[in-house]
């Protein structure tokens, strides 16, 4: 890549909504900012079928025994890592199952080390640290996809059979020749020309929740609406689980924490034994039966 081919990127080009932003108030900068963050919702919900499609790659990578990795540099990198960190509290799965690899390891989670992105051998040296295998699913996150970082590992995981996707607001992203999964986030020039923490990296944030939110909801983490594989680790989650037994089997106060506490802190096993008036041993066999969906056990209902 050369600074005159920059210029084909979207990431890189001009904004014409902020050509003179430099010299406007803060309330018309921020209005501007505003305006240009209404582009990325719609831009992607044009893509939907496309992010529904690797969900469900991902969904199906979960029954089988894979794991799902985000790798990325800098911002793409964080948010990645973000929300694999945020997968074990939510639903109560193994800090494993979801991980996210960022270029410069976690020294760059909270300082920007930009040269380490140039390395191609890295990201695949990492994967093969971490076992990943053809059962594994990697995703790669880079605003304009030419991290080197980022295709060597994809290079890497396609080598293997693996499931492979890209996440990126270039049209001409590298990474969309290495992933079966092409997601291509069209949010347009950024208002600060090249900064793309801002509309690109708000397009990933909302990307990487569905994928997720929604593998999580199809392996049967989620019952109608409510996160009931969740581990109550705290006061405030404890709190969380007590009130979706309630509201899930319309039982006293008494009833749910008592349930609560006989199930060992499991608020699946809770709900189940609320609904049915089971003890734990029975609502861990049901559950066992039904691949651990709530809704598939007889006599309770949907999903």
Partial sequence: MTSDSMGQ??????????????????????????????RVAPAVGRILPEI???????????????????IGAGTSGRLGVLDASECPPTYGTDPSLVQGLIAGGPEALTRSLEAVEDDSGAGERELRALGFNARDVLVGITASGQAPYVLGALNYARSLGAVTGAISCNRESKTFALAAHKLYADVGPEV???????KSGTAQK????????TAMIRWGKVYKNLM????????????RAVRMIRELAACSLEQAETALEASGGNTKTAVVMALLGTDKSGAEELLARADGRIGAIPGIGVP
């Avoid at 690797?54 to 029954?63: D, R, S």
């Avoid at 600060?192 to 801002?198: A, E, K």
């Fill in 52 to 70: 529904a499609a690797l969900a469900e790659a991902i969904a199906e990578a979960f029954k089988r025994g894979g794991r799902l990795f985000y």
């Fill in 9 to 38: 990127y979207t990431t890189e080009q001009r904004n014409a909504a902020s050509a003179d932003i430099g010299s406007k108030s803060a309330l018309e900068i921020v209005s501007i900012i505003n305006a240009e963050d209404a």
């Fill in 228 to 239: 009931v594989d969740m581990r109550p680790v705290n006061q405030k989650l404890v709190l």
């Fill in 192 to 198: 600060v020309t090249g900064s793309t923490r801002m």
């Fill in 206 to 213: 909302l990307i990487l929740n569905m994928l997720t939110t």
